[in-house]
């Protein structure tokens, strides 16, 4: 059985002759672009974005997944080195950068709601933003606990209103209904507002408390500590931390991310050096590259979907070992197939077109099929797995 496929397309020399051309091979997935199929999907993280004190956002991102990049201050041409926060929009298409002064930048879907400069209002004191879960308004406080609302972002209180005085407030995390959301200070004292839950505070610790960060039900919260320490509150799970690692980081510790499915987290450097726990993926840091700065002011996590068929795969003899035909996937998306049967699984890449075959979801090559079945059989049911 020599190409039981039987009409898998000649793409492949015509792709040869295009790149000998152009000198690429990137647009040869535009020879044959059908919409891919319809398929279930699940949302994981796949990378993270940091943002520096002037605006500048770095995007770390494995191949063959969208980068998360929406925008920064220095690429619109806007100069300063004031910012202090920055944080995600909720389908994570999109994110918000918060200035000392109240200042807000919206990229991507973020949309500008309004900022403290626009009302008039002279401050130099923000330390944090976070949007509510519909992304229609943001919370922004201040050092003193004063809590700034726009959009639809609810005013559940503040520091001043019920008496309390202080000057250390290093962040605010919300709910994910935006009806409530939590102030914690640098001696990890936390203030609950609204239907935040009250679970508790982290004082005590000898290292300054950098940020707070809500579970995605809003259930709990992670306080991390410049030294990488860690502590949970409610259904906030604990994947691990610097301290129980006895590691150093080289600058404080800025913030701690949670991933996608609450599994894991980032700690990040203020010199853009990453720490990931649990299921949260390592992509990339900033030393890692060679990059030294010292103004890492926050990051965002980046989604992508994890998209899954079920169907027909088959073999031919053309494909090289790495190699697979798909007649819809873009050339360069890197699969997972496993056998439906047998629970065995391979990798290829998508580099050649199928022919059309109905039920036909793959074809693999020789060494590919043979990782999942004996070649003999010619057809298996499959499922196959990429992220987008």
Request: with cysteine; charged share 10%.
């Amino acid at each position: 059985m020599s190409d039981p496929g039987g009409g898998t397309s000649k793409k492949r020399r015509v792709a040869a002759m295009m790149a000998a051309v152009l000198g690429t091979t990137l647009p040869l997935a535009l020879i044959e672009s059908p919409a891919p199929p319809a398929a279930a999907a699940a949302v994981s993280s796949s990378g993270y974005d940091l943002v520096g004190s002037d605006g500048g956002v770095f995007v770390f991102a494995p191949q063959g997944t969208t980068s998360g990049f929406y925008g920064s201050l220095p690429g619109q041409g806007v100069h300063v080195n004031n910012i202090v926060g920055m944080v995600a929009t909720a389908d994570d298409h999109g994110y918000f950068l918060v200035g000392s002064d109240g200042g807000v930048f919206a990229f991507g879907d973020a949309p500008y709601l309004g900022s403290l400069p626009g009302l008039g209002v002279s401050v130099s004191d923000i330390v944090g933003i976070v949007p509510t879960g519909d992304d229609r308004g943001y919370f922004l406080v201040g050092k003193d606990g004063g809590v700034f609302t726009f959009g639809d972002a609810p005013f559940l209180g503040s520091l001043p209103g019920i008496g309390v005085h202080r000057t250390d407030i290093v962040s605010i995390a919300a709910t994910p209904t935006g009806n409530g959301y939590w102030l914690v200070a640098a001696d990890g004292t936390v203030y609950a507002f609204g239907a935040a839950k009250s679970l508790g505070s982290a004082t005590g610790s000898p290292s300054p408390v950098a940020s707070i960060a809500g579970t995605g039900d809003g259930g709990g919260y992670w306080i991390v500590f410049q030294n990488g320490g860690l502590a949970t509150f409610g259904d906030a799970s604990s994947f691990g931390s610097l301290p129980s690692l006895n590691v150093k980081p080289a600058l404080a510790i800025i913030g701690v991310v949670p991933s996608a499915d609450q599994q894991g987290y980032w700690l990040i450097g203020k010199d853009g050096g990453i720490f990931a726990f649990g299921d949260a993926p390592y992509v990339g840091s900033l030393p890692g590259l060679g990059v030294h700065v010292s103004n890492i002011v926050g990051a965002v996590p980046t989604t992508a979907a994890v998209n899954s068929e079920s169907g027909e795969a088959t073999w031919y003899s053309q494909a090289p070992p790495d190699g697979c035909a798909s007649p819809t996937l873009p050339f360069g998306t890197a699969l997972q197939i496993v056998n439906d049967a047998t629970g065995a699984s391979t990798t290829c890449v998508v580099d050649d077109r199928e022919g059309n075959n109905p039920g036909r979801i793959i074809d693999l090559s020789y060494s590919g099929f043979s990782s999942l079945a004996d070649p003999s059989l010619g057809v298996i049911n499959v499922t196959i797995y990429w992220v987008s």
